[in-house]
């Protein structure tokens, strides 16, 4: 079993930055590839970012590609989203999940966190 906690959401103005962090706990995070998705209201729950387990491979949803990092310090058994450049529409609960596979497909993670609010306001 793992443990998934995600923070650093909040309101912030369109253009701005954001940082969230997904911190894991109960099994090593070496071990799992790791995604971001997010939920808008009324929305299916989308692909965001993904890196795999050494963090040498990463992608990216052409929504978010040149504007969100996503990164991880398995050292300290936590995944990172850097979201710069923030858009209206970036509006969601951010979810951090790790899974066995390297996908887009949030049925391909096994393990969730409770999700963090961002809202980029115009």
């Known amino acids: 079993q793992v443990q998934l906690v995600e923070s650093g959401g909040g309101l912030v103005q369109a253009g701005g930055s954001l940082s969230l962090s997904c911190a894991a706990s109960?099994?090593?995070?070496?071990?799992?590839?790791m995604a971001w998705f997010r939920q808008a209201p009324g929305k299916e729950r989308e692909f965001v970012a993904a890196i795999n387990r050494s963090g040498g491979v990463t992608s990216y949803a052409d929504s978010v590609k040149g504007r969100f990092t996503v990164s991880r310090d398995n050292p300290k058994n936590t995944g990172y989203l850097q979201m710069n450049s923030l858009k209206p529409e970036d509006t969601a609960v951010y979810y951090c999940?790790?899974?066995?596979?390297?996908?887009?497909?949030?049925?391909?993670?096994?393990?969730w966190g409770q999700g963090t609010q961002v809202t980029v306001s115009s």
């Open positions: 999940a790790v899974g066995q596979y390297e996908s887009s497909r949030p049925n391909e993670y096994s393990y």
């Open positions: 109960g099994r090593t995070l070496s071990r799992y590839n």
